[in-house]
């Protein structure tokens, strides 16, 4: 067996847009890439790479996976020949020996440690050597319920306390400083903490484990903030603090901040929808991840040279992963935090409100491109202009921006608008092509490889929204755990893909369609593909999932008509009761 934790490493090494192009020319639509399947013959492009998701879904055929899959399909391999193919590819060496998966014991433990500090940390901020910590959070506007919720903490001035804590639990020192909690001394050889004298952020991933921490010094010499290195669980460039929480809400737009200290302030005023990177420049990773959830993000930056600096760099990289931007001017406030301390949340929630799109910052590029004084370089300009506000929904912003357009390069509003919903019926037609497509395909794949579909689709429906919304929102599967058994489904499929999520609980594998790599045909991959797409689509909640579990419970519990006729009397008196109370 190949170890999880080496196939995950795989997977970043081999991008998935960059292994398909290889195969499939791919025209680059928003935050997606399309082209010709290659698994079936079409004219119309229906094939549609997710580089947010690395992952692939062809609505013409169905055929649907991560990157694995699609080098088993395309060169027709089995599971562990595409994993070396990969591999070489990317120049790695697979483990010859996979009995036992160091890497992942060691991810256990570290998240198992993380754990153990932030409760530590949490505890030390109300003891007497935390009052300045607490002091200081308290100063900054924070409510104690604030700090709670974020398990904001107290690192204490001394140097082995929280290594103590863990040796005494039984943790080895060369673990600990594998998690970035501790360090070996040069000098004397011994083992000593990381975090001192700071306030502590726990930083949360979307399954609700510790994945690390960022400090803010209060006294003493070192950074002023000080955030965990790279780990084995831990790579800041690909996560995004408090989007664990973010996440829960539904989304049209996530707010981007600078810091922690930003986001928590705007998450008590109300603003839940705030996130910000680690203690690095916004990522393409992070960009990308923002992009599985929202279409929008308005950018919240500071309002000094180097926030601007940061605006301008994060535009761009939203703007590749097809996210739409609007940039927020804070006046008379350096950050969010200092505004809604001065002006309070109504006020900020008009500044969002009123924030400027990226519209204009877009065409002011396409402008910059061309010689717009020449005729050749003003229909070019022009062309690409029209083609970005043929995405805008409102006829009243393309009537508006159109006349602006007509004014800059000379021509009528008539003529661009015309343009405009000319590329609109365009797309249009092939959107519905694909909706078509992808109709057929929902019909033709799951009759064979999900046969209860047809006489239970209530339930085969709940159970495809429980799977998806799983998919998407990983955090809900351990309260799942507990309120509903694989027993309870009614699709044998189904039941497996669910059996194979839960079993991530306890090998802390991260929930992708690669977990559905070895031990599935490549016709079940296309079905776990599909339910991916579709909670993509419909932006299932976790919310999703759970109300989902209840439908499940409560069919399984149904009885057939035959059934019901052969109850006695108090028997159908209990049934009907037991049915009343599971529609509540």
Request: net charge neutral.
């Given at each position: 067996m190949i170890p999880q934790s080496f196939i995950e490493e795989l997977k970043m090494n081999c991008d998935i847009e960059s292994v398909i192009s290889s195969y499939v020319q791919l025209r680059k639509r928003g935050r997606i890439s399309t082209g010709l399947c290659p698994f079936h013959s079409e004219k119309t492009g229906s094939f549609t790479v997710y580089p947010e998701s690395q992952s692939f879904y062809c609505f013409g055929?169905?055929?649907?996976?991560?990157?694995?899959?699609?080098?088993?399909?395309?060169?027709?391999l089995?599971?562990?020949?595409?994993?070396?193919?990969?591999?070489?590819?990317?120049?790695?060496?697979?483990p010859e020996d996979a009995a036992e998966d160091k890497t992942a014991i060691l991810k256990t433990k570290?998240?198992?440690?993380?754990?153990?500090?932030?409760?530590f940390y949490f505890s030390e901020l109300t003891k007497p050597n935390g009052k300045a910590a607490l002091d200081y959070l308290l100063g900054r506007g924070l409510l104690p319920k604030t700090i709670k919720h974020f398990g904001l903490g107290y690192a204490p001035n001394e140097w082995t306390a929280l290594t103590?804590?863990?040796?005494?639990?039984?943790?080895?020192?060369?673990?600990m400083e594998a998690a970035q909690l501790s360090r070996k001394s040069n000098k004397s050889g011994r083992y000593y903490d990381v975090f001192r004298d700071r306030v502590m952020f726990p930083i949360i991933d979307l399954r609700g484990n510790v994945i690390g921490f960022g400090g803010r010094k209060m006294s003493g010499d070192g950074p002023k903030y000080y955030n965990s290195p790279d780990t084995p669980v831990f790579k800041k460039t690909k996560n995004l603090f408090a989007l664990n929480f973010a996440k829960k809400q539904k989304l049209d737009h996530l707010i981007l901040c600078e810091g922690y200290m930003d986001v928590i302030a705007m998450h008590q005023a109300g603003f839940t929808e705030a996130v910000a990177s680690l203690g690095t420049s916004l990522t393409s990773d992070q960009c990308r991840l923002a992009s599985s959830y929202v279409e929008e993000a308005v950018l919240a930056y500071d309002s000094d040279e180097a926030g601007q600096k940061a605006t301008k760099r994060a535009v761009s990289l939203l703007d590749e992963v097809g996210i739409r931007t609007r940039v927020l001017t804070i006046p008379d406030a350096k950050d969010p935090d200092e505004y809604i301390k001065k002006f309070g949340g109504t006020r900020f929630k008009k500044l969002i409100e009123q924030?400027?799109?990226?519209?204009?910052?877009?065409?002011?590029?396409?402008?910059?491109?061309?010689?717009?004084?020449?005729p050749e370089g003003k229909i070019l300009a022009l062309k690409e202009a029209v083609n970005l506000l043929s995405g805008m929904r409102n006829p009243l912003e393309r009537e508006i921006w159109a006349a602006k357009l007509a004014r800059d390069y000379g021509t009528t509003k008539e003529g661009i608008l015309s343009q405009i919903q000319s590329k609109i019926k365009r797309k249009a037609k092939a959107e519905n092509a694909r909706a078509i497509s992808g109709q057929s395909v929902s019909s033709t794949t799951f009759a064979g490889a999900v046969p209860e579909k047809l006489k239970n689709p209530a339930a085969a429906a709940a159970e495809e929204r429980l799977l998806g919304s799983v998919m998407r929102n990983p955090d809900v599967l351990s309260t799942l755990s507990t309120e509903l058994s694989s027993e309870n489904f009614t699709c044998e499929l189904y039941r497996l893909f669910y059996e194979k999520l839960l079993s991530t609980l306890s090998t802390k594998a991260e929930i992708s369609l690669t977990l559905f790599g070895e031990d599935f045909t490549l016709?079940?991959?296309?079905?776990?593909?599909?339910?991916?797409?579709l909670a993509r689509e419909h932006q299932y909640s976790s919310e999703d999932a759970l109300e989902a579990?209840?439908?499940?419970?409560?069919?399984?519990?149904?009885?057939?008509?035959?059934?019901?006729?052969?109850?006695?009397?108090s028997e159908l008196a209990a049934y009907i009761e037991k049915m009343r109370k599971a529609k509540k």
């Open positions: 055929c169905g055929a649907g996976g991560d990157v694995i899959g699609f080098i088993r399909r395309i060169e027709n089995e599971y562990v020949e595409a994993i070396k193919f990969l591999a070489q590819r990317a120049g790695m060496n697979v570290i998240l198992e440690m993380n754990r153990e500090a932030a409760r103590d804590l863990l040796a005494s639990k039984g943790y080895r020192y060369e673990d924030s400027a799109g990226s519209t204009e910052y877009e065409l002011s590029k396409i402008s910059a491109k061309y010689d717009t004084d020449s016709e079940q991959q296309n079905i776990i593909a599909r339910l991916a797409h579990a209840k439908t499940i419970l409560r069919l399984k519990d149904k009885k057939s008509d035959k059934e019901i006729a052969e109850l006695s009397g």
